[in-house]
């Protein structure tokens, strides 16, 4: 009966040890999940940061009327133009207008800029995905930041002018590395929020025959002509007037005679 109760009493220690065993497993499970997950929300909810470019050219049949149908989009999805450009050669005139826009209005202005063309002779959309560089710069930051509170707090407690000077200059160094940060990750805010869009469209002038040309040419130098025959008549009245009366004068004195 003593070696059966011990048996029995070895058995129910072996199913509470397991149980207990179990639980914590259960909890380490659990507990391995609920880590995952936050991971996994903290992995979400990162912004991502991108840079969008795009580079379109095209033909149009009426340049002028092209150029306020894009300033038009430009003024209602609130852009502005960086650049504006336009070159004349021979049989050819083009314009080349380079956009910022708002990053979540790129796409609308694209295709309201280039509503109606049928073909384009290039277009090219970029998005450069800039996060890991992003947090990367923010984290320096952070550290420099810290760094120079850190030699601001052992200026104040420097004792000697060698010691004042020293920790100044390593000041002086970390706010020039500072603000070498500061403007590389401005410039990564100001391209991921204002997109880059260039537009180039132009439209083919038929060459002129040489007779055609010559032509014009007649017409236009005679028209000059013609101007300036009258201002020399200007110029010249009062002597008319004088020639009209010499000649009057002389007829009727013959008249007479």
Not at 118 to 130: P, R
Not at 236 to 254: D, E, N, T, V
Request: net charge neutral; with cysteine.
């Amino acid at each position: 009966m003593k070696l059966q109760g011990k048996i029995i009493g070895l058995l129910l220690l072996i199913l509470v040890l397991g149980c207990s065993n179990n639980e914590n497993a259960s909890m380490e499970l659990a507990d391995e999940k609920s880590m995952s997950t936050q991971a996994e929300q903290e992995e979400i909810y990162v912004e991502r940061k991108l840079i969008k470019e795009g580079i379109v050219e095209f033909e149009t049949y009426d340049i002028n009327s092209t150029r306020e149908q894009i300033l038009e989009s430009i003024e209602k999805n609130k852009a502005y133009i960086s650049s504006d450009q336009e070159y004349k050669t021979v049989g050819r005139i083009s314009n080349t207008i380079i956009i910022r826009v708002p990053a979540k209005s790129f796409d609308l202005l694209l295709n309201d800029a280039t509503k109606g063309v049928a073909k384009f002779d290039s277009k090219n959309i970029e998005v450069k995905d800039v996060t890991e560089e992003f947090l990367d710069i923010q984290a320096r930051l952070k550290t420099k930041k810290e760094l120079e509170n850190r030699y601001l707090e052992l200026l104040k407690k420097a004792n000697s002018v060698t010691e004042i000077l020293e920790v100044e200059q390593q000041i002086g160094q970390l706010r020039s590395e500072i603000e070498s940060i500061e403007g590389r990750l401005k410039y990564l805010e100001s391209k991921v929020s204002l997109s880059t869009l260039t537009i180039t469209f132009y439209q083919i002038v038929p060459k002129e025959t040489e007779f055609g040309h010559k032509l014009k040419n007649g017409f236009k130098n005679g028209w000059d002509n013609l101007i300036w025959f009258f201002v020399f008549l200007t110029n010249i009245w009062p002597f008319i007037l004088i020639g009209i009366g010499l000649i009057f004068g002389f007829r009727m004195w013959r008249k007479r005679k």
